[in-house]
């Protein structure tokens, strides 16, 4: 069975600051990993996806996420955080299926 | 180009009441999903509908819950004889295919209270 699991629920960045969203993954096959972000009263907006290809991947918005293997993990970062940022950011996982396994989601929150 | 389109945005209900939610995917879309989020927790899946068929419900609660994809006309989810902890947002997501190369397109969901 996959999972995910995002450490830590809230976090608050300054302005220009590095934004460091934490995702671990349990798989049982090489897995595909996403990293989807929601606004307020919105639907969710793929950020960037990880398949098996570059480890290191590139998405919306200036974020990039890591897929290391041998820690199970698939971080997202941006270098330097806009207030713009300021949302509720899923890391899921799926083993090639149509099915998504979410995590519960870090609120990050960005001061000026 | 317009998106998944969920209809209502809010829904609210009396205990007992039935509650549907009706979602359209994107054009050229055939594969729907419905996602069920609780307060402080991450979407779960509940099921996956192509016209006419439903593929997958492993999601769904036995009892109380159902959903469609007709020919014609939105994807529909149906709760009847709602309870409290029905209270959720739900959302709705299209695909073309079923691969990673098919990214899910999630809809702006329908919040669900059950007062």
């Known amino acids: 069975a996959q999972s995910v699991t995002q450490l830590g629920s809230h976090v608050s960045v300054s302005e220009g600051a590095l934004v460091l969203l934490r995702c671990n993954y349990s798989?049982?096959?090489?897995?595909?990993l996403f990293w989807y972000v929601q606004y307020p009263n919105q639907g969710l907006q793929l950020l960037l996806k990880y398949t098996s290809a570059a480890t290191l991947v590139k998405g919306i918005n200036g974020f990039e996420a890591e897929f290391k293997k041998s820690e199970t993990s698939f971080h997202l970062t941006k270098p330097s955080a806009h207030m713009s940022d300021a949302a509720e950011y899923f890391c899921?996982?799926?083993?090639?299926?149509?099915?998504?396994?979410f995590g519960a989601g870090t609120t990050v929150t960005v001061r000026a | 180009n317009a998106g998944v389109m969920q209809n209502p945005r809010h829904l609210v209900r009396r205990r007992g009441q039935e509650a549907r939610l009706r979602c359209s995917p994107m054009k050229g879309h055939s594969h729907v999903y419905w996602y069920r989020q609780l307060p402080e927790e991450g979407l779960k899946f509940m099921v996956y509908?192509?016209?006419?068929?439903?593929?997958?419900e492993s999601g769904m609660p036995k009892e109380r819950f159902s959903a469609e994809f007709p020919k014609e006309g939105p994807s529909i989810l149906r709760i009847q004889q709602v309870v409290r902890g029905d209270s959720a947002a739900y959302f709705c997501?299209?695909?073309?295919?079923?691969?990673?190369?098919?990214?899910?397109?999630f809809g702006n969901g329908t919040r669900l209270t059950v007062t």
């Open positions: 509908l192509q016209k006419e068929n439903i593929i997958d």
């Open positions: 798989s049982s096959v090489p897995p595909y």
């Open positions: 997501a299209s695909s073309r295919g079923t691969s990673y190369n098919s990214p899910l397109h």
């Open positions: 899921a996982v799926s083993e090639g299926d149509y099915k998504l396994s």
